[in-house]
């Protein structure tokens, strides 16, 4: 696994999201296309908590310590525990970049890490680090996408979905 290469798309990604967060302002940031789906904020909100309670915590045990259990992590309860929605925007965004600085300096810093090591998550799966490494790649893109459809599912709220529909079906 070329480290350099990982790293470098985990710094694309991290912009690529911090491009789909800016230029909203605070309405928009908390907006929720539906009772039961995540806005923006609380999409970057998740972002920031998977980066360090998830992904880096967990990716560690696996390549350093594989027989230790991971601790429990609850990311839909967070949503409304952690107050996601009620938080500051902009320090929510630069949350997230910081805690992905710390990432991406992290495992720039691991000297011959293997990534064959395993372990059995909770859910009883054996999970390699170089699969917990592509799943976190994998998981920013999925929020990608998912914060594309919040602002194309935005645009439709306020024009109406006849005003959209030449742009092509979602």
């Given at each position: 696994?070329?480290?350099?290469?990982?790293?470098?798309?985990m710094r694309h990604n991290a912009e690529a999201l911090a491009a789909l967060f800016a230029g909203v302002d605070d309405e928009f940031a908390r907006w929720r296309p539906a009772p039961d789906e995540w806005s923006l904020l609380e999409v970057m909100g998740?972002?920031?908590?998977?980066?360090?309670?998830?992904?880096?915590?967990?990716l560690d045990i696996l390549l350093h310590t594989p027989e230790k259990?991971?601790?429990p992590i609850d990311p839909p309860g967070w949503v409304t525990e952690r107050r996601y929605n009620v938080r500051d925007p902009q320090k929510a965004?630069?949350?997230?970049?910081?805690e992905r600085d710390k990432s991406i300096a992290w495992l720039r810093s691991l000297e011959s890490p293997d990534w064959s090591?395993?372990?059995?998550?909770?859910?009883?799966?054996?999970?390699?680090?170089?699969?917990?490494l592509r799943c976190w790649l994998a998981h920013d893109l999925l929020h990608v996408r998912?914060?594309?459809?919040?602002?194309?599912?935005?645009?439709?709220?306020?024009?109406g979905t006849a005003a959209v529909e030449y742009a092509g079906g979602w």
């Open positions: 696994m070329d480290m350099q290469v990982v790293t470098d798309r998740h972002l920031y908590d998977e980066e360090r309670d998830d992904f880096r915590t967990r259990p991971w601790p965004l630069q949350d997230f970049l910081d090591s395993e372990a059995t998550s909770p859910w009883g799966r054996t999970m390699t680090a170089g699969q917990m998912q914060m594309a459809e919040i602002h194309h599912r935005r645009l439709e709220a306020i024009e």
